[in-house]
Structures are given as C-alpha cells and as structure tokens.
T-cell receptor, first 117, second 116 residues
C-alpha cells in the first residue's frame, strides 16, 4: 500500500519570505499523481498544485512550485512571497493512475503553516 | 468552477439517533464519490468509496452497518450515521470525481457532527 509522510507537523514563515514543505511517499507504481492541498480554518480543501509522475518538469502555479524527485520519492512544496492568506494546514496526497476513476487519495498527516506578519 | 455541495454544514444530535449527510455535485456528474472523516488537527481518513449504482467499498475498520452510504444518482451520495454515539462526533468531508476526463476531484465543505 502507498504511504505519504510529512515530517514537519508545523512550520512558520515571515510574510514575503519563502518556505518549503516536505513530503515523501512510498510506492511500487511507476505512474501516479501527487497533490498538495490546502485546508484553511474554514476546513474547505483547496487544491494547490498537481504533478503527474511521468512528467519530469516540476509543476508551478503562481507562487507555488514543487520539487519532484521521483527516484527519491520526494515531493516538496515551495511557497514564494508568503502571504497571510497562505496560513493553513497543507496536505500532501498520492493517487494511483487508473481508468475506473475510483482510485482514492492517500493523504499525509499534514503540516500546519503559520505566516508571521 | 465545479462545485460540490455538502449539507448540513453542522449538526448536533442526541445519542442513538441517525444523521444523514448529503453530498451533491452541482454542475458535473460524479460516478465516484469519497467519504472522509477528519479528527481535530488530524489528516483525512478515507471511510469509503461510493460508486453510482453499486455498493460502496469500505476501508478496513469502517463499519458498513454504522455508516450507510447510498449513491443512487450521478450527482448525489449520502452518508447516514446510524445510532450515533459521542465517539462518532467528527468532521466528515465528501469529495466527488468528475466522470469526464481529466476526472478532477472536488471537495465538499464538510459537516461537523456533534453527538451529545
């Protein structure tokens, strides 16, 4: 079974600075998807970024980018120019590639990010 | 963008009663929906995968007679917590997968269940 590990329960960053959240995973599959989700105090799950394992290029969404190291099974999230609104729980997630659509997300335990003004 | 509506957002009930939570995809069809449970400051734990027109697939350790899931249409799945007890108090989140490629996944806003 796949597992996702987030080794940083909490992180903090100064506003406008850069922070990197770590995520490692374990799988025997060669093709899969990786995600970072944000859960603010409202508890609504928000997709931050998605990476297909077959793509070597790291995904980027505005101030959010990932460092995907497939051989090392590492998938870190970098947040540049941190804003107060970035404060939230961040979850790393893994999903197998399948055709049926019933493939589930496996979540890490999360990292609580605090942004200091 | 696509929206998943989850109701109610908050429910308080007496021990022994049953509570139904609805998860509805508003502008897409979802052949697959997922139900998660989240304890305070913890991660999301998958409870079951709900497929339209068939029985739900429950994760190990989840009582299917306790947590009844119905996915009778392509836009609606329901989770019923039967004979609720205080230990069932939790935050429940649904997600729905658009059946059209690229089969994006969308989350509901969650339901906070408190059993007295």
């Amino acid at each position: 079974a796949q597992t996702v590990t987030q080794s940083q329960p909490e992180m903090s960053v100064q506003e406008a600075e850069t922070v990197t959240l770590s995520c490692t995973y374990d799988t025997s599959e060669s093709d899969y998807y990786l995600f970072w989700y944000k859960q603010p105090p409202s508890r609504q799950m928000i997709l931050v970024i998605r990476q297909e394992a077959y793509k070597q290029q790291n995904a980027t969404e505005n101030r959010f980018s990932v460092n995907f190291q497939k051989a090392a099974k590492s998938f870190s999230l970098k947040i540049s120019d941190s804003q107060l609104g970035d404060a939230a729980m961040y979850f790393c997630a893994y999903r197998s590639v399948g055709r049926g659509g019933s493939e589930k997300l496996v979540f890490g335990k999360g990292t609580k990010l605090t942004v200091n003004p | 963008g696509a929206v998943v509506s989850q109701h109610p957002s908050r429910v308080i009930c007496k021990s022994g009663t049953s509570v139904k939570i609805e998860c509805r995809s508003l502008d897409f069809q979802a052949t697959t929906m997922f139900w998660y449970r989240q304890f305070p400051k913890k991660s999301l734990m998958l409870m079951a995968t709900s497929n339209e027109g068939s029985k739900a697939t429950y994760e190990q350790g989840v009582e299917k007679d306790k947590f009844l899931i119905n996915h009778a249409s392509l836009t609606l799945s329901t989770l019923t917590v039967t004979s609720a007890h205080p230990e069932d108090s939790s935050f429940y989140i649904c997600s729905a997968r658009d059946h059209q490629p690229p089969q994006k996944l969308f989350f509901g806003s969650g339901t906070q269940l408190s059993v007295l």
